[in-house]
């Protein structure tokens, strides 16, 4: 599915972020019918968002032109300043969205670390704020399905429908960051309907993995959704004919989908690829979709230098840690780059360490 402007030499598993749009997605957006969305006149806009809610089982969607303002106006719309958010230690909202939920929704986030970055209620329920009036109350819950920072990883489907049910019970409303949700599903063999069933709100990303340029998702209820308009327009993201976004959009909802296995297929062949070469310190069946994260401590080497090193060489990969390493499936990259990138890593790591 590439297109002409990347260059070939360059295997860019930074992210999957990095996709560029298919030659069917500059099509429809070249000829994409628009309107002005902020009068909610943008056709194109229109059908995304009624096909998002449609695929999701929901009443309503709103398109944003990112995940972290989609994921920031639901956090706003649940909460009011003063409020605790409560997430996974390593959630994205609360490593990279810029501390939004304090600075701009006025919230503290009370964050669990969890094994896989799955929470489970056990987890939860120690740091749900009792009622009294001079404690800060807990008002929202945030998971995040898949797992970006702990590599891809998938909530099994009761778990997040347990934590859902109890937190409902104590009052509790629940999102999910699902920026990667559409792995999950493929992952699990499951629809997106069905896993996300009894969130109160879902974001998704369709400029990830799904390959649009720009734009992400919030779905829910008619109300919330009509709450969240309000809360897009404040964070200054009333877009006008965003419909040549959305056409690019509407292709990647459809369309890539069907062929996101691929990208698990390559990572879990990287990832066995890389358990092989000395030094590499990974467990492929814990590469379950499109992300993996390994060790390179057993080589003596930090992240940064084999980066710097397989940078060089044409392979782009991002350093986590000191001594991780975060590579990102996506269908900018076959099969035969895949075996090219596991080439270049065993010569970087052969190589004496200076
Ligand atoms: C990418 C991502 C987002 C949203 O990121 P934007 O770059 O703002 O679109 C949110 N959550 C997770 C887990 C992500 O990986």
């Excluded at 649940?78 to 409020?83: I, L, S, Y």
């Excluded at 909802?253 to 590499?280: C, F, M, Q, S, Y």
């Excluded at 992300?291 to 940078?311: M, W």
């Excluded at 350093?319 to 596991?342: E, F, N, Q």
Aim: aromatic share 6%; proline share 6%.
């Amino acid at each position: 599915m590439s297109t002409a402007a990347a260059p070939q030499s360059v295997i860019d598993l930074r992210s999957d972020t990095v996709t560029r749009p298919t030659p069917a997605m500059r099509r429809a957006m070249a000829e994409a019918e628009v309107g002005d969305d902020v009068y909610a006149e943008d056709p194109t806009v229109n059908r995304l968002q009624s096909r998002a809610a449609e695929i999701f089982g929901r009443e309503a969607a709103l398109f944003f032109p990112s995940g972290s303002m989609a994921n920031l106006t639901a956090i706003k719309t649940w909460t009011r300043p003063g409020m605790e958010v409560i997430c996974e230690a390593m959630a994205h909202i609360y490593l990279y969205e810029m501390a939004g939920v304090a600075a701009i929704a006025g919230c503290m986030p009370n964050t669990v670390p969890a094994p896989n970055g799955t929470l489970t209620w056990d987890l939860i329920e120690p740091l749900i704020r009792p009622h009294i009036y001079y404690r800060s109350q807990t008002a929202l819950i945030e998971l995040e399905n898949t797992h970006n920072m702990h590599g891809g990883t998938v909530y099994p489907p009761a778990i997040s429908d347990d934590i859902c049910e109890r937190a409902h019970a104590a009052g509790l409303p629940v999102h999910l960051d699902g920026a990667r949700i559409f792995n999950a599903s493929v992952a699990l063999g499951r629809s997106v309907a069905d896993i996300t069933a009894k969130f109160d709100s879902v974001m998704f990303c369709l400029s990830k993995g799904l390959g649009a340029p720009v734009g992400s998702m919030l779905v829910g209820s008619r109300d919330f959704i009509d709450k969240a308009r309000v809360t897009r327009k404040l964070l200054g993201g009333g877009m006008r004919q965003a419909g040549i976004l959305a056409a690019a959009g509407l292709i990647a909802l459809e369309e890539t989908p069907k062929i996101l296995h691929r990208d698990h297929e390559n990572a879990r062949h990287l990832a066995e690829g890389l358990a092989k070469i000395p030094g590499v310190s990974i467990d492929p069946a814990k590469v379950v979709t499109n992300i993996l994260i390994f060790d390179v401590n057993p080589s003596g080497r930090t992240a940064a230098e084999v980066y710097a090193e397989l940078a060089k060489r044409g392979v782009l990969c991002g350093p986590t840690g000191k001594s991780t390493i975060r590579m990102v499936t996506h269908y900018d990259v076959d099969r035969a780059s895949i075996d090219r990138a596991l080439a270049t890593i065993s010569t970087v790591l052969a190589a004496k360490p200076s």
